[in-house]
């Protein structure tokens, strides 16, 4: 039976694992507290962006969030038909659409910020204060990434 066991400890000691089963408990907290707020995580990424960037050019948005063209139409539509975003000619390019937030989505983004940073809190409530910004700032070095 120790043999059964042995390749599970191995792979749940390294460093990815561990790392990827944080980050699916972290974003299944986030995705819950978004959906009681009725968006999905793609949704607060995009209105995030656009609070961000805005008027951004569609193109731009969606390079500059990493989603397909394709998948960034379906998610502007589900944005404008709830009233969270306006997509209208660019005025540097009228050949390019622009995106901005509406007063609604304004609101609404920060909602799930809130509810996005207390889902954050409760993935790290076991650390201590200390623990938490140690944690973060380690995370950012292995990431490769600035906060």
Same mark, same amino acid.
């Given at each position: ?30 995705? @819950?507290?978004?959906?009681? @707020? ?65 007063? @609604? ?25 200390? @623990? ?16």
């Amino acid at each position: 039976m120790a043999d059964a066991e042995a390749p599970l400890a191995a792979i749940r000691s390294l460093p990815s694992w561990l790392l990827g089963r944080a980050a699916a408990r972290g974003r299944a907290l986030v995705a @819950e507290a978004l959906a009681a @707020e009725g968006l999905k995580m793609w949704h607060h990424v995009v209105l995030s962006a656009v609070r961000d960037l805005a008027p951004v050019a569609q193109a731009d948005l969606g390079r500059g969030v990493g989603l397909d063209p394709k998948d960034l139409v379906g998610v502007l539509n589900d944005l404008q038909a709830a009233g969270l975003v306006l997509r209208e000619p660019d005025p540097r390019d009228r050949r390019k659409n622009a995106v901005s937030l509406t007063e @609604e989505g304004a609101r609404l983004l920060t909602c799930c910020e809130k509810a996005a940073r207390e889902a954050n809190d409760d993935l790290l409530a076991p650390l201590s204060p200390p @623990e938490r910004d140690r944690f973060m700032a380690l995370l950012i070095r292995i990431s490769g990434t600035e906060a």
